[in-house]
């Protein structure tokens, strides 16, 4: 949905590199509920961007969601702290997605150069900006369902 209603916020540099502010968002606030819940995104965002004229490149970049949302999900049920979670999943996440890239167009030189510079790089952006987003959303969340929970008691 996030794809469909944000053309506005994507950035695209051929041929394998998108980057929506805010696609990222689900994923993380996922990692808050459970290791298998963020998997489970990841892996659901890649099942959508198979429904995009994107291309299967792109999906299987995306399907390493599923790889970051389970480590992020698992660090945070062993009590690291949600914006050491985001920090630690940075580079997890723009070097599968270099891999991915890198295994598509070869080990050419321009392939590897395309596949650091552009996706690997885009990402760990990419990653850093949602990742400020998610931290103020799960604070407004958090604030939000505290109050809930006391006009419950």
Not at 53 to 68: E, K
Request: proline share 7%.
């Amino acid at each position: 949905i996030i794809l469909v209603f944000s053309p506005f916020l994507k950035i695209a540099i051929p041929p394998f590199f998108t980057a929506t502010i805010m696609l990222h968002v689900p994923l993380f606030l996922s990692m808050l509920i459970s290791p298998s819940a963020a998997g489970m995104v990841g892996v659901i965002s890649a099942i959508g961007f198979l429904m995009t004229p994107l291309g299967p490149i792109v999906a299987l970049r995306a399907l390493m969601h599923g790889v970051v949302g389970y480590m992020g999900g698992f660090m945070v049920s062993k009590g690291v702290k949600y914006p050491y979670v985001l920090v630690a999943t940075l580079p997890v996440h723009a070097i599968l997605e270099g891999i991915v890239v890198i295994v598509a167009m070869g080990l050419t030189p321009d392939g590897i150069k395309y596949a650091l510079i552009v996706v690997a790089a885009g990402t760990a952006i990419h990653h850093g900006i949602d990742a400020g987003i998610s931290i103020i959303f799960a604070r407004v969340l958090k604030r939000q369902m505290n109050k809930g929970l006391r006009k419950a008691a």
